[in-house]
Structures are given as C-alpha cells and as structure tokens.
C-alpha cells in the first residue's frame, strides 16, 4: 500500500459524508420490496454511472453491478437492496420510507436490513476512482442484490453461475455492527409425506390414517430438536416443524395423507446428507413408510427472470486465521479502531459464495442483526461512515494478505 493512501482515503471519505448520508437517505426512501426492486436498481446503476464506476449494469436477473478496476485479484462487495414487507401490524414511529434523522441516526425499512452497506459501497467506489484513476491492482464488484428476502443465496448463485463472474473474495453488506462476520448456520426445509387409507368415520377399522402414522414421527422431532449440540462458534442447529397438512375425503373419513413441512438450522459438521440420515433413523424406529424430500424455492425477479433452487442452504465458516478474516480486521482496526469478529445467527447470501462455491466470504456492516425486519432498524449514521472507510480500504490489505 503506497504510503499515505489510508489517510488519503479516509479524508476523502470524511469529505463525502453529506453525499453519504442523502444516498442512504435516497435509499430507504425508495420503497423496494423484495421483486418489485426496479426503482431502486436503476438508481444505483444511474448513481454508480455518475461516480465514474467503470461499469454498471443489471444483470439477466435484475442484480445492480458496478465494477471498478481490472486487476487480477478479484473482490466482491454484496448488499442485498430488497427488503421485506411493511405489514399493517407493525408500529413505526418514524415513518419507514421517510429516511428521518433524528439524533444522528436515520430510521426506516431496510435501515438495517441491509442498505445502508450499498451506499457505503458506491460512495468507497466513487473515492476509489477519483484517487486511483484506472489502474488499480484489483478488481471489486459492487453488487445490489435483488431477492434476497424471498431466496438467500440465489442472487449471487445466478452472477457467479449464468453471468461468470467469480469473485475470489466476497465481503456481505448484511447487519454486523461493525464486527467481521465470518460464517452463519445454514438451513434447509424438508417435508415429510405420510399416506394412509382412507374409510367411512363410521368404519374407520378399515382405514388407515395417516395423521396417526405421522404422530410419533413429530414426537421424536421435537425430541431430536433437544439433542443437537452446540458447535463454536456457530452454536446449535434446530430443528422446526413449521406446518402439518392433512387431507382426507370428507370430514367424517380417515385421513390418508399427511404432510410436516420442517426448518432445519444447521450448525458445524451438520449437512444435507446428515438431516436426512437423522430423519430417516427415526422413520426405522417407527417402521415408517413416510417419505423425505427436500423442497425448491421458486420465484420471478422484477426482470421476469423466473428461478428455482433446492431448499438447501449449507453452513460456513472461516478461522479466524483466514487471510480474507484476517484482512478485514486488520481493515476494521484502521477504520474504526477496534476489530472484532462474530457470526451471523441469520442466513445470508454466503450460502451461495461460501456454501455452495467455497469462495471465502466475510461480512461487515452497520446494525443490529437482531432489528432487522422489525419497525425498529436505525442506523447510526457515523457507523455507515466508518463502515465506507472500511470498504474503501479492505481491498488494499486483502491484497498485502495474499502477497505474504
Ligand atoms: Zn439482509
């Protein structure tokens, strides 16, 4: 790193902090709801134009790309730029789409979860460009992911698979106040499917119900969900029966079919191929002929792209002896003076990167993961400013890291 160019930066930065702010505040303002992320992406693109990013561009399925640099090293910065809905039942006190300011702090949906991150990213780029002009000794993607609410992973799963662009490191925009992240429990659903006979209520000796068939099986679920130990640091996986459905010809007849829908959190050593061998100890000790799948997630994005993905989302981690672990605190020490490192209890876009492709993966970000989703996000807008010093610098000490 040439001498002075942290400082350089970090001034820089300092000198942006009105634009800053008006773009977060831009951000929450314009209402993106997880598919209906139109507005909001060709803003970033027209706003990444204008900071002199060298492209930008929404992909085939509808993601916002900037791209600055064409060196070997290629790193990607991630936000997902949807949020979830705003629901009658929710009590906000500032208005979740005004960008309100009080205190130093701005309210709103996605305040948390997980703007913010994105207009760090694009005021980092567009510092980046003014003091580095074009030759730069890295490649960083600056990405506004689109689904993400509704299909963690598969944002990024389609740029890394149907747009080619493989990252060698990723950094996620998600809620981590101001800590490296470094992995996240994965999740999978599953279904469980029990058949039966169905008879007249009046005769039910000559059927066979299949909600019976399925009680015991539910009972040791509740019971597995007990024995899962807890592994550092992701802690413990779960297991959740979030839906019975049962069928049956009439309401006076054996139900012959019976359906759970589960959630399975899955913490270190546990994967697809483990849940579903601990289900099917159970079905044995039941005798049971009930059958395990493993359900797709499927969706349009605003483009019209239509998707569709195995309900599979692995576990990750990384030591924090990890050179991509150990740039970011190095990073997080010069721009905020502390480092720290943590995991997410949450699943995030890692799935893709880390899980799926086991491309090293961190986060760091403004927020509280625990407010995400709730009409309480707030953000503290000096930690946004801090975050952007990070973003602007974590490129140059990834790449000291990887020349050692
Ligand atoms: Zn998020």
């Known amino acids: 790193m040439e001498n002075g160019l942290k400082e350089k930066l970090f001034s820089s930065i300092e000198s942006e902090k009105e634009n800053l702010f008006s773009l977060i505040q831009r951000l929450i303002q314009i209402k993106s709801y997880s598919g209906e992320e139109k507005e909001i992406v060709e803003f970033i693109v027209s706003k990444m134009k204008e900071y002199g990013f060298d492209e930008a561009y929404h992909d085939g399925f509808g993601n916002a790309i900037g791209k600055i640099g064409n060196g070997p090293i290629k790193i990607m910065y991630d936000a997902h730029i949807d949020t979830v809905r705003v629901t009658e039942t929710e009590n906000w006190i500032h208005p979740p789409f005004g960008g309100e300011i009080v205190n130093g702090k701005m309210y709103g949906r996605g305040a948390v979860d997980e703007k913010p991150a994105m ?3 694009m005021i980092a780029g567009k510092v980046l460009k003014k003091i580095y002009g074009s030759d730069f000794p890295f490649t ?3 990405v506004g992911s689109v689904l993400e609410e509704d299909a963690d992973g598969y944002p990024l799963y389609h740029i890394i698979r149907n747009e080619k662009i493989k990252p060698d490191y990723v950094v996620l925009g998600e809620p981590t106040d101001l800590k490296v992240y470094r992995g996240q429990r994965g999740r999978m659903e599953l279904k469980i499917t029990a058949t039966g006979k169905s008879a007249h209520g009046a005769h039910n000796h000559k059927g066979i119900n299949a909600i019976y068939k399925m009680m015991p099986i539910v009972a040791d679920i509740e019971k597995l969900d007990k024995k899962l130990k807890p592994k550092s640091p992701l ?3 779960s297991i959740t029966v979030s839906q019975v459905v049962s069928k049956a010809p009439s309401m006076c007849s054996v139900s012959d079919y019976c359906q759970i829908h589960l959630d399975r959190r899955m913490t270190i050593g546990e994967n697809k191929n483990s849940v579903i061998k601990e289900l099917k100890e159970i079905m044995k000790k039941h005798k049971s002929d009930a059958k395990i799948s493993v359900p797709d997630v499927e969706g349009i994005s605003w483009k019209g792209t239509k998707f569709s993905q195995e309900a599979y989302f ?13 740039a970011a605190m190095k ?8 480092a720290k490192s943590g995991v997410w209890s949450f699943s995030t876009n890692g799935v893709a990167t880390a899980g799926h492709f086991g491309i090293p993966t961190i986060g760091f970000a403004p927020g509280r993961e625990e407010l995400a989703h709730s009409s309480k996000e707030e953000l503290v807008l000096n930690d946004l400013l801090k975050a952007t010093k990070f ?4 490129p140059f000490e990834m790449i000291k890291n990887i020349k050692k």
């Open 391 to 394: 973003y602007s610098l974590f």
């Open 314 to 326: 692995p576990t990750w981690v990384y030591d924090e002896k990890h050179p991509l672990v150990d």
């Open 331 to 338: 990073t997080s020490m010069a721009a905020i003076g502390k």
């Open 119 to 121: 207009a760090g990213f």
């Open 235 to 237: 802690g413990k996986g």
């Open 140 to 142: 960083l993607y600056m």
